[in-house]
């Protein structure tokens, strides 16, 4: 099969074929049509990358490839890919985003899936990777990425509800990205991470840096009018600074 080609057969495999494909030619132009449907995936992403056929059968032919040695081996395989993720209305698309991004089995595809879907900013975006945010533990460190991108306040409820039972990686991520997207909500829970008695000092530097972050991006707020330290108002709400 192909995964089980030596490298360098691969790569002379690959490289005939794009030699071929480059040519101007009435002739080439015809061959290159006639390796869409070959019935070796590798040529018919060749084919497709170079005639510019950016469909989402094209990622479905990378699929098989983006966790193995070939992945690395062929650069236009990704470029492949990404073209074709690109070409998609993400809009309309998100049934279709959905089943490549659950087909997928390598973080290198994933990623480039979250990332394209960051760039074109479907208005269903924050929705789909809460969803997955919520639903996959193993994925939540790169999906906190793509959320802390989006900057979308719907994410705050949800990843204030996730610090409850974070690691200390995952909790540092979370509130870099509430010091993104999180509005005065967030601000009382992150202050308990500023509090003396915590434990570690990197989530504290984390918290004191989201309360600022917030704190510079409420409306007619002047820096330092709400207090880092605990409020002392029965509501929990923000304290003002003295002076």
Known sequence: TLLDEPIEVLRTRTRDVLLLLAMESPQAKAAASDALVSDHPLIRIAAAHLLNKTTESLVLDALPLVSADAY?????????????LEALDFESDRETVSRLFGKAQSPDFRSLVLDTLVAKRPTWGTEFVLALFESHD??????????????????????????????????????????VLGTVVSVPVLRGYCDEFFDSLYPKDAARGAIEAIQNRIDGAERGQLSLHPATDAAGGLSDVEG
């Open 72 to 84: 690395r081996a062929h650069e236009f395989v990704e470029i492949s890919a990404q073209a074709a």
């Open 138 to 179: 193993a994925l939540r460190l790169s999906l906190l990425g793509s959320l802390e991108a989006l900057g979308d306040s719907r994410a705050e409820a949800a990843l204030l509800s996730a610090l409850e039972s974070a690691d200390e990686p995952t909790t540092i991520a979370i509130i870099n990205a509430l010091g």
